[in-house]
T-cell receptor, first 113, second 113 residues
């Protein structure tokens, strides 16, 4: 498969445990945030998004938390499964402008069976 | 509904040549963005088009250009290729003018020798 990043931080979790992936964003003017999952050989896949007027949003097995005070975003995955193994990116954008996503460097999630 | 498609999927070019990559967005989507992904720099924004107009451009040299057609399909061109242009080039589309999730294609893997 294609190498997304050679020196990504890696989070290793046991199957069935919960995973928490963290991201620090850069622009205090950003008001829209997205988490993407990228598997080897594929493009990023949308997971969940959150706007700055919220501090928490839940999806199916995933929760995103936003702390604007410290410019921090986290993705929580409940009951992690082998299919969750991938590289996860956070991205930020300002809704006042057109699309210009700024991506974080990514975290590799490895799920141990 | 078909996803974002990109052609070709793989491409090998020689330094000094030029290359054109194509992206067909999801039907009904009018915004198309391009990103470059490399192991060293991660995902970086190239440019974004909406209704045939370039609305935003990343920090790349003028050798990188693009355009969008009336059917929303987009092409990007890189002239005078350099070794450092070897990367995965990703296209993403969205239905709205701003502020909503972008859906990515599988990318075009460009290798410059």
């Amino acid at each position: 498969g294609e190498s997304v990043g050679l020196h990504l931080p890696t989070l290793s979790v046991q199957e069935g445990d919960n995973s928490i992936i963290n991201c620090a964003y850069s622009n205090s003017a950003s008001d829209y945030f997205i988490w993407y999952k990228q598997e080897s050989g594929k493009g990023p896949q949308f997971i969940i998004d959150i706007r700055s007027n919220m501090d928490k949003r839940q999806g199916q097995r995933v929760t995103v938390l936003l702390n604007k005070t410290v410019k921090h975003l986290s993705l929580q995955i409940a009951a992690t499964q082998p299919g969750d193994s991938a590289v996860y990116f956070c991205a930020e954008n300002s809704m006042d402008s057109s699309y210009k996503l700024i991506f974080g460097s990514g975290t590799r999630l490895l799920v141990r069976p | 509904k078909a996803g974002v498609t990109q052609t070709p999927r793989y491409l090998i070019k020689t330094r000094g040549q030029q290359v054109t990559l194509s992206c067909s967005p999801i039907s009904g989507h009018r915004s198309v963005s391009w990103y470059q992904q490399t192991p060293g720099q991660g995902l970086q924004f190239l440019f974004e088009y909406f209704s045939e107009t370039q609305r935003n451009k990343g920090n790349f040299p003028g050798r990188f250009s693009g355009r969008q057609f009336s059917n929303s399909r987009s092409e990007m061109n890189v002239s005078t290729l350099e070794l450092g242009d070897s990367a995965l080039y990703l296209c993403a589309s969205s239905w709205s003018a701003k502020g909503d999730e972008q859906y990515f294609g599988p990318g075009t893997r460009l290798t410059v020798t």
